[in-house]
């Protein structure tokens, strides 16, 4: 199992520019994540899926779409691209929404000029 | 906001010395986990504590989980150089369905 994977590792984009972060866990969870880490801190929500069909806003979901497109896969998208969302963004899945452990992808590096 | 609060920032111990991290919260929750990021690396989950429970080990860790203070601890014993890592809690409130994270210990072991 490849566990959770991400694409692209590294992006560059400039100012107002679009872009999609593609996520997809083969362990059959239920529950998608995506979060972002800045320099020095720890990782703050974006959006979740608890379920296929269903998506919620995290603690910083301005200026992010998402699109849980089945069970395995949940998109992250940037419609216009700005400086402050320079960060690593992180994708995880767990089993079911609840008491759980939850499994992290290696990270997109995303840099906004 | 933070749900965790992480102490100390960074902690630098030589090899064979045990770390001790705290992480202090807010609401109630169901659980509180510690997870470990190598630099430049995902999180990988440790270990997982819940409510009811007050003490958990697993191999060198050990954490404890005070709710009456809204702390936890994680201990980890005979410290190796593999161990350098930042270390954080995350907590999911009652209403379930997501984590909050602390911001981190940064753990150094000397060699």
């Known amino acids: 199992n490849a566990g959770v994977t991400q694409t692209p590792k590294f992006q560059v984009l400039k100012t107002g520019q679009s872009m999609t972060l593609q996520c997809a866990q083969d362990m059959n969870h239920n529950s998608m994540y995506w979060y972002r880490q800045d320099p020095g801190m720890g990782l703050r929500l974006i959006y979740y899926s608890a379920s296929e069909g269903t998506t919620d806003k995290g603690e910083v979901p301005n200026g992010y779409n998402v699109s849980r497109l089945n069970k395995r896969e949940f998109s992250l998208r940037l419609e216009s691209a700005a400086p402050s969302q320079t960060s690593v963004y992180f994708c995880a899945s767990m089993p079911s929404p609840s008491s759980y452990e939850q499994y992290f992808g290696p990270g997109t590096r995303l840099t906004v000029t | 906001s933070q749900q965790g609060e992480e102490d100390p920032q960074a902690l630098s111990i030589q090899e064979g010395e045990n770390a001790t991290m705290n992480c202090s919260y807010k609401?109630?929750?169901?659980?509180l986990q510690w997870y470990r990021q190598n630099s430049g690396r995902g999180l990988v989950h440790l270990i997982l504590?819940?409510?009811?429970?007050r003490e958990k080990h697993s191999g060198r860790l050990r954490v404890t989980l005070d709710t009456s203070k809204k702390s936890s601890s994680l201990l980890i014993t005979a410290s190796r150089a593999a161990d350098t890592a930042s270390y954080f809690c995350a907590t999911e409130e009652t209403s379930g369905s997501r984590l909050t994270f602390g911001e981190g210990t940064q753990l150094t072991v000397n060699p």
């Open positions: 504590i819940r409510s009811n429970e």
């Open positions: 609401t109630s929750i169901n659980n």
